[in-house]
C-alpha cells in the first residue's frame, strides 16, 4: 500500500531548480547523507517541501563557511537526537566564530575599497590634489611590513 502524501513533491530536477543546486549535487549530497531522497513505488526519486528547507538550511550553514565533513557530522548527530544538542551547539558556536572572523576580514576589504573609490572619486571631481601612495595608505591603517 502506498503512503498517502500531503505535500507536494518533486522530481530530483525540479527540485534541484527549487533550491538552486545541479542534479549531480542533489546526488552528492544524497551520496554524502546530507539528504534522503523518498522513492516511488517504482524506485524513482522524489523530494518533498520538508526537503527543499532542509537544504536550505544545509545551504545556510554551507554559505558560513561550514565544511561538508562538519555538515555530515552536524546531520548524524540531528539524527541520533536531542541528546546530541550540546554538540551540535557547540559545532554551531564554532561555525559562528569562523564565519565572524572572515566577516570582519571581509569589512575590512571592503573599507579599503570603498576608501580607495572615495579617493579616486575626490581625485576626478577635482577636490583634492594630493598622491597618496598605496603603501602609505597601507601603513596609515595599519598594514605596514
Known amino acids: 500500500m502506498q503512503e498517502m502524501r500531503t505535500e507536494p513533491t518533486y522530481a530530483i ?3 534541484a531548480a527549487k533550491v538552486g543546486l545541479s542534479a549531480p549535487t542533489i546526488r552528492y549530497y544524497e551520496r554524502e547523507d ?3 531522497s523518498h522513492r516511488e513505488a517504482n524506485g524513482r526519486r522524489y523530494f ?3 526537503d ?3 537544504v536550505r ?3 545556510h550553514l554551507k554559505g558560513t563557511g561550514m565544511s561538508i565533513q562538519d555538515l555530515k ?3 548524524e548527530w540531528r539524527a541520533q537526537g536531542d541528546e546530541t544538542i550540546p554538540n551540535r551547539l557547540t559545532l554551531l558556536k564554532e561555525t559562528r566564530n569562523d564565519f ?3 566577516y570582519r576580514e ?3 576589504h571592503l573599507q579599503i575599497l570603498n576608501d580607495k573609490i572615495n579617493w579616486y572619486q575626490n581625485k576626478e571631481a577635482g577636490k583634492t590634489t594630493s598622491t597618496e601612495p598605496f603603501a602609505e595608505y597601507l601603513k596609515r591603517i595599519g598594514h605596514s611590513e
Open 13 to 15: 530536477g525540479e527540485f
Open 57 to 59: 538550511f544545509l545551504l
Open 100 to 102: 565572524m572572523e572572515k
Open 34 to 36: 546530507l539528504l534522503k
Open 48 to 50: 518533498t517541501d520538508t
Open 73 to 75: 557530522q552536524y546531520v
Open 52 to 54: 527543499v528547507n532542509w
Open 106 to 108: 571581509v569589512q575590512h
